[in-house]
């Protein structure tokens, strides 16, 4: 019914992959509303330091890299639709624990587990939407998944934030575990298609199969090297931008302003991506391009010390945050027409392990650049980065052509 017909139109006209959609608002939303709730908790309640905040964003983190792909192994056995109940309620009965918590130590426990719940519905939703999505839709179905999650980064936090002025922050992970309750009844009986059983093979196999497949297929090889060079060059510099505003000598407003002109180009990028990734790796290339040039003129504009009006730092970091989207929204099409649908939850957790593996070293090795060099510098280093990235891959598909 479908076929021939591309867009949010035709995909949101198909029953399974709009209820899909619908119910990532709220799971995509639980993963962030309560974000400010624990930093205030830990912060002006306990009076935690630097120290205690980075164990927090180690426990955000660490289950997708450790846990993620050893659960995928399960999820690739499992019907799809149960695990994205159990995933969703799970991670609500750890964040509904969060209201009884009395100490640090426990809080960041429960952080963790949640995170290692939310390890198993993410390659699931993958999997969900590579099942229930004809090819034709998979680009359009990622620019709508990957805008709904960029924007609950964005309104969570700043809601949550909100929330704090009136309620306690205990009442905050209240409401948070009936937003996952909500995302978990909107799931069951989703009439996601039966995958073929496959042979049970040992452990250790099946967990490399998602490795496997990447060493089989250069195609995948590419998209995820790609990915993991480009995520690593954003955070070279991407908790610097405070320090960049104040270079340009613009505020603490404009550097909210910033964050949230940033999230808003990662909105709209998400859904143009969603319409042009036709061609993923041509959109990957391109956009690295274009991403490196307006990062590296950001960069040297910083390090000549050159007056940038506040509308041109939010323009260009619109453009970048943009630009980010229109990488990740062919990866995720690319993984999914790709890989069988056995093994694809494991693929994807692979791909997400290492790529947030190589991101976490980046901010460490871009705050030592810019206290060596100045925050320019940093920026400067993720763009030519970012720019050799898509012109190596350029000319890697010009030799290609025949």
Same mark, same amino acid.
């Given at each position: ?8 139109? &035709? ?13 990532? +608002? ?14 205030? #908790? ?24 450790? +846990? ?9 056995? $499992? ?60 680009? !359009? ?9 960029? *924007? ?5 936090? %700043? ?5 704090? %002025?009136?309620?306690? %922050? ?9 937003? !996952? ?5 909107? #799931? ?16 250790? *196999? ?19 090297? /790609? ?14 931008? =405070? ?34 990734? !036709? ?7 391109? !956009? ?27 323009? %260009? ?37 290492? +790529? ?5 070293? =980046?901010? /460490? +090795?871009?705050?030592?650049?810019? $206290? &060596? ?30």
């Amino acid at each position: 019914m479908t076929r021939g017909k591309t867009g949010y139109r &035709a995909l949101l006209a198909l029953r399974v992959p709009r209820r899909l959609a619908l119910a990532s +608002i709220p799971a995509d939303f639980a993963d962030w509303l309560d974000y400010a709730a624990v930093v205030a #908790l830990l912060v002006f309640a306990w009076g935690e330091g630097p120290f205690v905040l980075a164990l927090f964003g180690f426990a955000l983190t660490l289950p997708y890299i450790a +846990i993620g792909p050893l659960l995928a192994v399960y999820i690739d056995r $499992t019907p799809l639709g149960r695990v994205l109940v159990l995933s969703n309620l799970g991670r609500g009965l750890t964040t509904l624990a969060l209201v009884f918590a009395s100490n640090t130590p426990l809080v960041l426990l429960l952080v963790f587990v949640r995170s290692s719940v939310d390890s198993a519905f993410t390659p699931a939703r993958q999997a969900a939407i590579q099942a229930s999505t004809p090819p034709e839709l998979l680009a !359009s179905a990622n620019g709508l998944h990957q805008a709904i999650n960029q *924007t609950s980064k964005i309104a969570g936090p %700043a809601l949550g934030g909100l929330l704090l %002025a009136f309620i306690p %922050a205990q009442s905050v992970f209240g409401l948070n575990a009936v937003l !996952s309750l909500v995302a978990a009844l909107s #799931l069951i009986r989703l009439n996601l298609p039966q995958r073929e059983a496959r042979a049970p093979s040992d452990l250790r *196999t099946e967990i490399t199969a998602g490795v496997a497949e990447f060493r089989r297929n250069r195609r995948l090889l590419l998209a995820l090297v /790609f990915s993991a060079v480009a995520y690593f060059a954003f955070f070279l510099y991407d908790a610097l931008i =405070a320090l960049l505003a104040a270079d340009f000598g613009l505020g603490a407003t404009a550097f909210g302003v910033g964050i949230a002109a940033s999230g808003a180009g990662g909105l709209i990028g998400a859904l143009v991506a969603g319409r042009l990734a !036709s061609h993923p790796i041509a959109c990957m290339t391109w !956009s690295a391009v274009f991403s490196g040039c307006v990062t590296i003129a950001i960069a040297l504009a910083a390090m000549a010390h050159i007056g940038v009006p506040a509308w041109l730092y939010f323009l %260009a970091l619109g453009l970048m945050g943009g630009s980010t989207a229109f990488m990740l929204v062919p990866y995720r099409t690319i993984v999914q027409a790709e890989t069988p649908p056995d093994r694809i939850a494991r693929v994807f957790a692979t791909g997400e392990a290492l +790529i947030t593996a190589v991101m976490l070293s =980046a901010p /460490f +090795i871009g705050s030592v650049i810019a $206290t &060596a060099y100045g925050t320019g510098a940093a920026f400067l280093s993720g763009g030519a980065l970012v720019l050799l990235l898509g012109l190596v891959t350029a000319a890697t598909m010009l030799r290609r052509l025949p």
